[in-house]
């Protein structure tokens, strides 16, 4: 019902910036909360940010918050990742996810959504 296309990612010097886009097709965007989750290797898989329907409610993981900021652009389908102050801890592949909902709001747990895009490598190097 719903696909979901990461890019962006790259490799960049800590200290340094990356914007990651998810393109969505497939289903009302205005109707998904959307999320962006990462994997380290040998790690489990972790939240990283949310966002509701509107955009106006957010949530970030402590780890990144007050660096990443996430948006989305309704207009367009597409959620965005803007990431400062890069850390080399910040390494792992990028997923966007979705939820479709009727209630709105935000969720952190993988479990809570629906959808995944097939990530995007981000490589911070000191």
């Known amino acids: 019902q719903v696909q979901l296309v990461e890019s962006g990612g790259g490799l960049v010097q800590a200290g340094g910036s990356l914007r990651l886009s998810c393109a969505a097709s497939?289903?009302?965007?205005?109707?998904?909360?959307m999320s962006w989750f990462r994997q380290a290797p040998g790690k489990e898989r972790e939240f990283v940010a949310a966002?509701?329907?509107?955009?106006?409610?957010?949530d970030y993981a402590d780890s990144v918050k007050g660096r990443f900021t996430i948006s989305r652009d309704n207009a367009k389908n597409t959620l965005y990742l803007q990431m400062d102050s890069l850390k080399p801890e910040d390494t792992a592949v990028y997923y966007c996810?979705?939820?479709?909902?009727?209630?709105?709001?935000?969720?952190?747990?993988?479990?809570?959504?629906?959808?995944w895009g097939q990530g995007t490598q981000v490589t911070v190097s000191v």
């Open positions: 996810a979705a939820r479709f909902t009727v209630v709105g709001g935000t969720r952190r747990s993988i479990r809570e959504y629906d959808y």
């Open positions: 497939g289903r009302t965007f205005g109707m998904l909360a």
């Open positions: 966002v509701g329907w509107s955009g106006a409610i957010t």
